[in-house]
């Protein structure tokens, strides 16, 4: 899978996204991430990428022209199944949208940035519009960063443990089970006895159970979805 992400902040892209699980997924193959800096697409001595809003309100306004630019660049090149704008009036992101996302061959993520962006740009140039959730960041990188890292991970092949993307929270629309490592009892601490009898039915069961009514307790909305 392919992800061009378009930034006027580059800098902040850099290091969440050479790191860990999204490092090894570019170096084994599944994953190729590039990083396009919207200034080298202006055509200004001063590498302007926003303006003044037309209607004299507060704030800037990312420009339609190095957008545009850009894109059709990378549109000329392949074909992209998705061009993602992250904003928070866009649809709320979830594992179902990272799921979605990993089945892709080609998406671009533009980050927006200042007040907002020409809305030309989301009329003619946008297919897809996501937010991390509903509060507002400094601009869309981090989520570009969310939505990389979700759904790189779930790339069939991108983790070793195929088996452990599987059984994320989320998959199944379930909170994960609680899982524990040794000692098997710390300061008086213990763990499950279920967990350390070694009958494997049993322990899914329990596992199904605590999935369960850990989601009921905590985000019944999941199981009414
Ligand atoms: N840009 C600013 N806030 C955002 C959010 N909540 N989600 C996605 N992009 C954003």
Not at 82 to 88: G, H, K, N, Q
Not at 189 to 194: D, I, R, S, Y
Request: charged share 30%; glycine share 6%.
């Amino acid at each position: 899978m392919r992800i061009d992400i378009i930034t006027v902040v580059p800098e902040l892209l850099a290091s969440p996204l050479n790191e860990s699980i999204l490092k090894r997924a570019q170096e084994s193959g599944h994953a190729e991430i590039y990083v396009h800096n919207l200034r080298d697409y202006t055509d200004d001595k001063r590498r302007t990428v926003d303006d003044y809003p037309f209607g004299g309100e507060a704030g800037m306004v990312m420009k339609i022209e190095p957008v545009y630019r850009c894109i059709e660049k990378l549109k000329a090149e392949r074909d992209y199944d998705e061009i993602i704008f992250t904003s928070p009036d866009g649809i709320t992101y979830n594992q179902h949208e990272a799921n979605r996302l990993s089945l892709m061959k080609n998406i671009i993520i533009l980050c927006g940035h200042y007040k907002g962006i020409d809305y030309r740009i989301r009329e003619h140039l946008i297919t897809r519009e996501i937010s991390i959730g509903d509060y507002v960041l400094t601009g869309g990188e981090l989520a570009a960063c969310v939505i990389a890292d979700s759904v790189v991970r779930i790339i069939p092949g991108a983790i070793g443990d195929e088996a452990s993307a599987l059984t994320d929270c989320f998959q199944d629309n379930l909170l994960a089970p609680p899982v524990y490592t040794r000692p098997a009892e710390f300061n008086g601490w213990k763990v499950p006895e279920v967990l350390l009898s070694g009958n494997f039915a049993q322990i899914e069961k329990w596992q199904d159970e605590q999935a369960y009514s850990r989601t009921k307790a905590l985000r019944p909305d999941l199981i009414e979805e």
